[in-house]
């Protein structure tokens, strides 16, 4: 079975440019997040989606931060503008409802360097 | 809120040797803990979960027990690999209000040499 797919891995970019993640999860999981992880650090909720519906979008910065899951399947995460301080690793994990929607499943990441 | 506090590393252990990381919550409802992993260029794996007071979560070779009581769950293995090395990252997911989102804690880089 084919795990969370991201891409790209990496991205570099100059501050005040705009930048898109995209994200496949987990054939069948409804659910959807994305998460920052800063350098060192715990990852973070920023978004999360049940089918195409967000609902909990409270961590997102929505000044500069967007997302879609159109048609409920796969996802982008868009910054526009950058700024310096959106370095970080930006995650997407999805999960089954239900009994095990606990269960969250993590891509590789996409490693933003904002520069 | 919730929240999760997690042993700073890097903790360095020589291989065979066994390893605790401590792992201590917060959470205003009745969670579900968990350890995940992350091995270098790799997302995180659920490493082991427990979803009610006294259970043992385990997995390769990895025990974790759910303590209600001092709201602990620490992560434990008796003989560790160079293999293991990698992030450990304690998480809990409050089924309450929070619905499904897992707050994790800041992570412990462990290396094990040979």
């Known amino acids: 079975e084919a795990g969370v797919v991201q891409s790209p891995r990496y991205k570099i970019i100059e501050k005040k440019q705009p930048v898109a993640f995209w994200c496949n999860p987990i054939?069948?999981?409804?659910?959807l997040y994305w998460y920052r992880q800063n350098l060192g650090q715990g990852p973070e909720l920023l978004i999360r989606?049940?089918?195409?519906?967000?609902?909990?979008d409270s961590q997102l910065p929505k000044d500069r931060f967007s997302a879609e899951r159109l048609k409920g399947v796969d996802s982008t995460l868009k910054i526009q503008p950058a700024e310096l301080g959106d370095s970080a690793v930006y995650l997407c994990?999805?999960?089954?409802?239900?009994?095990?929607?606990?269960?969250?499943?993590f891509g590789p990441g996409t490693r933003l360097t904002v520069t | 809120g919730n929240s999760v506090t997690q042993m700073e590393g890097p903790v360095t252990l020589s291989e065979e040797a066994f390893l605790t990381i401590n792992c201590t919550y917060t959470?205003?409802?009745?969670?579900?803990l968990f350890w995940y992993v992350q091995y270098p260029g790799e997302g995180l794996q659920l490493l082991l979960k427990?979803?009610?007071?006294?259970d043992k979560g385990s997995n390769k070779g990895f025990e974790a027990t759910y303590r209600k009581e001092t709201t602990s769950f620490h992560l434990e293995k008796g003989s560790v690999q160079v293999s293991d090395s990698a992030v450990y990252f304690c998480a809990l997911s409050d089924r309450g209000n929070a619905g499904n989102m897992l707050t994790f804690g800041g992570g412990t880089r462990l290396m094990v040499k040979p």
């Open positions: 054939s069948g999981h409804n659910t």
């Open positions: 959470a205003t409802g009745y969670p579900s």
């Open positions: 989606y049940e089918n195409e519906e967000a609902v909990d």
């Open positions: 994990a999805s999960s089954l409802r239900g009994e095990h929607s606990y269960e969250q499943y």
């Open positions: 427990a979803t009610k007071a006294d």
